[in-house]
């Protein structure tokens, strides 16, 4: 679609029977979940702050919507409502039940909270790049936080903080799963400072991957990296960003680190006698042969959600979330989490069928980088254990609140220059 295509406005309306109340608390839980103030701030880590505005957020939407039904739910999030209700009712088959609450109740179910209360309480464009944007920039800021604070020149680049992010395998896959994000905002951005500060953030990022030494982040971010040459530079007509994305990549993999190369060589099976790179590649392997032996001896039920580490007394987790599901949740879970994502791409494929994505350039953008997005995770979920975690499940919620936006009634109006400029608060990239 060609670039040069006028930027039409897309209606706010003003008729909301909900809060908006719970949408500025789930900011405020984004805020905190992809920030992360807790990991930087002493003592702050103690409070548990993300459970107390998932609560507040919670309650908010049900005095602020009394005229909201869980039949307007889209199907997607009624599946992750099955997936959760499948996870508590074989809490009781778990090999340790204690394990299984904490990350049922306390793990998995902000994953619900997040795709129910977004739902039923965004239903603007705006409010949906806002929520972008917090994650693309927390996710860049962290990352840059994480190469000043804890860059050392041997040893493999981690998170700062002992929490989500502290494992250099989940700081790599995160940070590439998002890279896609961040090079919407730079196509997007109008200000030469904006342009400057994701310019930077896809340099830092993407030399952050390469600095964590992680198989598993690099795969990912090669493969949203190529989607998005093909969603951004071909099919979006821009050669400028063909160049500038393959010159982004070969900077970072010029300075990757000593030895990079041949830890990636394991991939294919090239390892050497005595590589720790080779122990940690048959490691794996042995994890994968595992996980796939308790999932054919407890297909249905699994071993109990977050049990496989004490099940097998390996005292480590899958190192693959589609394993990870089918062991510890049985090979149900995973047959619904395998249709949430397929949901989450048929979502995409709606959007770019309706008449707002034809005539709205941002709505391009983002639908693009939403599609690399699954596409890197998809490709990284197989060797990073995420089934548990939220990166995913708020994908799959933009992509409902995107084909929301894009069907709902009437929602292009006049295409005039001066309402333009105000729709869009805040702009995609700015």
Same mark, same amino acid.
């Given at each position: 679609?060609?670039?040069?295509?006028?930027?039409?406005?897309?209606?706010?309306?003003?008729e909301?029977?909900?809060?908006s109340f719970a949408?500025?608390? !789930?900011l405020v839980?984004s805020?905190?979940?992809?920030? /992360?103030?807790?990991?930087?701030?002493?003592?702050l880590?103690s409070?548990?702050l993300? +459970?107390?505005?998932?609560?507040?957020?919670?309650? %908010?939407?049900i005095f602020g919507?009394k005229?909201?039904?869980?039949?307007?739910?889209p199907?997607e999030? +009624?599946?992750?409502?099955?997936?959760f209700?499948?996870?508590?009712?074989?809490?009781p088959?778990?090999?340790?039940? !204690?394990?299984?609450?904490?990350?049922?109740?306390?793990?998995?179910?902000?994953?619900?909270?997040?795709?129910?209360?977004?739902?039923?309480t965004?239903?603007?464009?705006?409010e949906l790049k806002l929520?972008?944007?917090?994650?693309?920039?927390?996710?860049?800021?962290?990352?840059?936080?994480?190469?000043?604070?804890?860059h050392?020149f041997?040893?493999?680049?981690?998170?700062?903080?002992d929490?989500?992010?502290?494992n250099?395998n989940? $700081?790599?896959?995160n940070?590439a799963?998002n890279?896609? $994000?961040?090079l919407?905002?730079?196509?997007?951005a109008?200000?030469?400072?904006? /342009?400057?500060?994701?310019?930077?953030?896809?340099?830092a990022m993407?030399?952050?991957?390469?600095?964590t030494?992680s198989?598993?982040?690099f795969l990912a971010?090669?493969l949203?990296?190529v989607?998005?040459?093909?969603?951004f530079?071909i099919?979006?007509?821009?050669?400028?960003?063909l160049?500038?994305t393959?010159?982004?990549?070969?900077l970072?993999?010029?300075?990757?680190?000593?030895?990079?190369?041949?830890?990636l060589?394991?991939?294919?099976?090239h390892?050497?006698?005595?590589? +720790?790179d080779r122990?940690? %590649?048959?490691?794996?392997?042995? $994890?994968?042969?595992?996980?796939?032996?308790?999932?054919?001896?407890?297909p249905f039920?699994?071993?109990g959600?977050?049990?496989?580490d004490?099940?097998?007394r390996?005292? /480590?987790v899958?190192?693959?979330?589609y394993?990870?599901?089918s062991s510890?949740c049985?090979?149900? %879970?995973?047959?619904?989490?395998?249709?949430l994502?397929r !949901?989450?791409?048929?979502n995409v494929?709606?959007? /770019?069928k309706?008449k707002?994505?034809d005539?709205?350039?941002?709505?391009r953008?983002?639908?693009s980088?939403l599609?690399a997005?699954l596409?890197a995770y998809?490709?990284?979920?197989?060797?990073s254990?995420?089934?548990?975690?939220?990166?995913?499940?708020?994908m799959?919620?933009?992509t409902?609140?995107?084909?929301k936006?894009?069907?709902?009634?009437?929602?292009?109006?006049?295409?005039?220059? +001066?309402?333009v400029?105000r729709?869009?608060?805040?702009?995609?990239?700015?």
């Amino acid at each position: 679609m060609a670039t040069a295509t006028a930027k039409i406005p897309i209606s706010e309306p003003v008729e909301n029977t909900r809060t908006s109340f719970a949408y500025r608390v !789930m900011l405020v839980f984004s805020f905190l979940y992809y920030f /992360r103030p807790g990991d930087v701030i002493p003592h702050l880590s103690s409070v548990p702050l993300a +459970k107390i505005t998932g609560a507040v957020a919670v309650l %908010a939407l049900i005095f602020g919507s009394k005229n909201q039904r869980i039949s307007k739910l889209p199907a997607e999030v +009624k599946l992750i409502a099955v997936m959760f209700v499948w996870m508590v009712l074989i809490i009781p088959f778990s090999s340790w039940r !204690m394990g299984s609450i904490n990350v049922v109740f306390f793990e998995f179910s902000k994953a619900l909270i997040i795709a129910v209360t977004l739902t039923l309480t965004v239903s603007r464009f705006s409010e949906l790049k806002l929520l972008v944007l917090m994650q693309a920039s927390g996710v860049a800021l962290m990352t840059f936080a994480s190469i000043i604070v804890n860059h050392r020149f041997s040893g493999r680049l981690a998170g700062i903080g002992d929490s989500l992010l502290s494992n250099p395998n989940d $700081l790599a896959l995160n940070v590439a799963i998002n890279w896609p $994000l961040c090079l919407a905002f730079f196509i997007g951005a109008k200000r030469a400072a904006a /342009r400057v500060f994701w310019g930077v953030s896809l340099l830092a990022m993407a030399y952050a991957v390469l600095q964590t030494y992680s198989r598993s982040g690099f795969l990912a971010l090669i493969l949203g990296g190529v989607v998005c040459l093909w969603e951004f530079a071909i099919r979006g007509r821009r050669l400028h960003m063909l160049i500038a994305t393959v010159l982004c990549l070969l900077l970072a993999v010029g300075l990757s680190p000593n030895n990079y190369g041949k830890r990636l060589a394991t991939l294919v099976g090239h390892r050497e006698r005595g590589d +720790k790179d080779r122990g940690s %590649a048959e490691a794996r392997e042995n $994890l994968l042969l595992d996980s796939l032996e308790v999932t054919a001896t407890h297909p249905f039920v699994g071993v109990g959600p977050g049990n496989f580490d004490s099940y097998t007394r390996t005292w /480590r987790v899958t190192h693959n979330t589609y394993t990870e599901l089918s062991s510890e949740c049985g090979v149900p %879970a995973l047959v619904m989490f395998l249709i949430l994502l397929r !949901m989450a791409f048929r979502n995409v494929g709606r959007v /770019r069928k309706s008449k707002l994505y034809d005539r709205n350039s941002e709505v391009r953008l983002l639908s693009s980088a939403l599609f690399a997005t699954l596409c890197a995770y998809l490709l990284g979920a197989f060797f990073s254990s995420t089934a548990y975690q939220l990166f995913s499940y708020y994908m799959v919620t933009y992509t409902i609140l995107l084909y929301k936006v894009a069907l709902a009634p009437n929602p292009v109006t006049a295409p005039a220059k +001066k309402v333009v400029d105000r729709a869009y608060t805040p702009a995609l990239a700015d």
